[in-house]
């Protein structure tokens, strides 16, 4: 079931990347980032309050807390970045490096989540990256 919904994750990340590229012509890349944003917020809310999850918020955890808050504040950078990046470079550029964050990760959960790293993550990561450069140049 994760990978459909990982796939799924995919899919919509495809799709929010063509519709950004258009929906940001002629806007200013934060301005579109806050509206980007504040569509998020009312989903995931919306979803919250579908799912009855709302009770949950009194049992988060102060590290969890600091920890969600941070996440957030990484994909607010990311997201403005991004827009950024789509606003005065090519899609078809701009997503394959942006992309490059499945190696970042792969990296990270290593060095701090210690994860394992194997001969297939490492393959990967340097294809994703190679990936990135032939389609970049």
Not at 60 to 87: D, N, V
Not at 112 to 120: A, G, I, M, N, R
Request: proline share 1%; with cysteine; net charge positive.
């Amino acid at each position: 079931m994760w990978f459909l919904f990982a796939f799924l994750s995919a899919l919509f990340a495809a799709l929010t990347s063509i519709l950004a590229k258009v929906g940001i012509d002629g806007v200013n890349s934060n301005l579109a980032t806050a509206v980007r944003t504040v569509v998020v917020v009312v989903m995931a809310w919306g979803m919250v309050f579908l799912t009855h999850a709302q009770s949950g918020l009194r049992d988060i955890s102060r590290k969890s807390w600091c920890f969600l808050i941070l996440s957030g504040l990484a994909t607010g950078a990311s997201w403005l970045c991004y827009y950024r990046a789509l606003q005065i470079g090519d899609a078809s550029k701009v997503v394959p490096v942006d992309k490059l964050s499945v190696v970042l990760t792969l990296v990270f959960a290593f060095l701090f989540l210690h994860e394992t790293f194997t001969v297939k993550s490492l393959a990967g990561c340097i294809l994703i990256a190679a990936g990135t450069f032939v389609m970049v140049i």
